[in-house]
Each structure stands twice: as structure tokens, then as C-alpha cells.
């Protein structure tokens, strides 16, 4: 008698292919700038684009940069919502060096503050380490497929580990699938290991977030036009 093969279920190959689909992406351009996150009627910064430019219409007075940011950023304001807000600060910010470092300063103090306070806040210490891996993948960086003639100012994040920080958020938090997906997108080129994990929980989490599930289609086009949006509702829902 020939031993009993196991198979994978279908969620483990649902998984996995996405794994795939998710390291695709880094060849596409930064991932935490170049494609706008869907935040449905949400307010969010002004942006005329939703590309990963600013499409030169915008008149927006980055004066107001800092203020504005911080008060989309409250604390009902889903995940979602605050990285397609820091995305678009990212935009902003390349243009106007002491408003980028105004807001990162900011916004790491107050993260920082309310934890020697006693009262850690995982969404302070999210907002400002992915404001730092948002500016690593924009500010400063010769990009000439997509900065063609932009400055090239000094990065304030440079040296910091904003990664570090989102954990740090993941594990006050607890259970958050869209922080488990900015996770996901900060580790596409490494850790493997931590991006695997991160990009599981995200998937697992998308079948009770219809916007979440919305944006991983979005982000994530397999080689035949097969997301993961799809490959979850295929995969998922017969498990």
C-alpha cells in the first residue's frame, strides 16, 4: 500500500502563489509610493494625480503640510487611510525639505511621548515608522524612470528603522490585517521570512475587509492578470 500523499490545502497555495505576486511588485517601483491606496470617500490630503507623481496642478501651500497631515491622521482614521495620506505627505514633502522634516520629527514625537507616558499608541508609532520607509523609497533617491529632473535633497529618515517601528505597532495593536499589509509592502525585498508572515495575515484578513481585499487587487496583477483578490475568493471560500 502506497503511503497516504499529503497535499497543501487550498488557502497554503493561495498563499503562496501571492508570495509570488507580491515579490513581483518591487520591479514596478517603490511600493509604498507608486500606486495610490484606495481609502473610498475618506479625506486625505488634496492630490490632483494617483499616480506615484504629483501631476503639477496641485497648488496645495505645503505650509500647511505638517497640520493638515497630522489631523487626517486622528485616531478613528483606518490604516488604509493614513498610508495613502503619508504616501501622499511623501509627494509633498520631496518638494519642501523643512516640511519633510517638520512632519517626521512630529510625528516621531509623538509616538515617543505618549510611550514615556505610560501610554504607548500603536498607531502613533505605525504613522511615523512608515512615514520613515515612505520617504526612504522617494526622498533623495535617483529614480530616473520617475524623478527625472526632481531635487535630490538629503533623506531625514536616512539611518532610521521605520520597520521597527511598525512591528512595534503590529505588536500593540494586535490583530490589524491592513498594518500586517503596509507590513507586507515594507519587506518586499527582505526579510523573507517576516514578509511571508506579514503578507499571510494580510491575506487572511482581506476575506473580513472588503477594502483591504480591494487594494490587494489593486497592487498585486500575477503574470495572468489573476489577483489576489480573486485568488482569495476562489481559494478561500472552499477551503
Not at 499616480?51 to 497648488?59: A, D, F, R
Not at 509592502?185 to 484578513?205: M, W
Request: aromatic share 6%; glycine share 6%.
Amino acid at each position: 500500500m502506497k503511503p497516504k500523499e499529503t497535499r497543501p490545502s487550498r488557502y497554503l497555495f493561495a498563499v503562496a502563489a501571492a508570495l509570488l505576486l507580491f515579490a513581483s511588485v518591487a520591479q514596478a517601483g517603490p511600493p509604498l509610493v507608486c500606486h495610490a491606496f484606495q481609502i473610498g470617500q475618506a479625506k486625505s490630503l488634496p492630490l490632483a494625480s494617483h499616480s506615484w507623481n504629483l501631476s503639477g496642478e496641485e497648488n496645495y501651500d505645503t505650509k500647511n503640510l505638517v497640520k493638515d497631515t497630522l489631523e487626517i491622521l486622528a485616531p478613528d482614521a483606518p490604516v488604509l487611510v493614513r498610508m495613502e495620506t503619508l504616501r501622499r505627505a511623501t509627494l509633498y514633502a520631496r518638494k519642501d525639505p523643512l516640511a519633510a522634516r517638520e512632519l517626521l520629527a512630529k510625528l516621531y514625537s509623538r509616538a515617543s511621548s505618549a510611550e514615556s507616558a505610560g501610554h504607548p499608541d500603536a498607531l502613533a508609532w505605525f504613522d511615523s515608522g512608515y512615514l520613515v520607509e515612505t520617504y526612504k523609497q522617494w526622498i533623495g533617491r535617483d529614480l530616473p524612470h520617475m524623478t527625472d529632473g526632481m531635487r535630490l535633497d538629503a533623506n531625514p529618515a536616512a539611518g532610521v528603522d521605520g520597520y521597527a517601528m511598525v512591528k512595534k505597532a503590529i505588536a500593540l495593536r494586535g490583530d490589524d490585517a491592513q498594518m500586517e499589509f503596509a507590513a507586507a509592502l515594507i519587506t518586499l525585498s527582505g526579510p523573507r521570512d517576516e514578509h511571508a508572515q506579514h503578507a499571510q495575515k494580510a491575506l487572511a484578513g482581506a476575506k473580513n475587509d472588503a477594502l483591504l481585499a480591494q487594494n490587494l487587487a489593486t497592487h498585486f496583477l500575477g503574470a495572468k492578470d489573476q489577483t489576489v483578490s480573486e485568488m482569495l475568493a476562489k481559494n478561500l471560500a472552499t477551503k
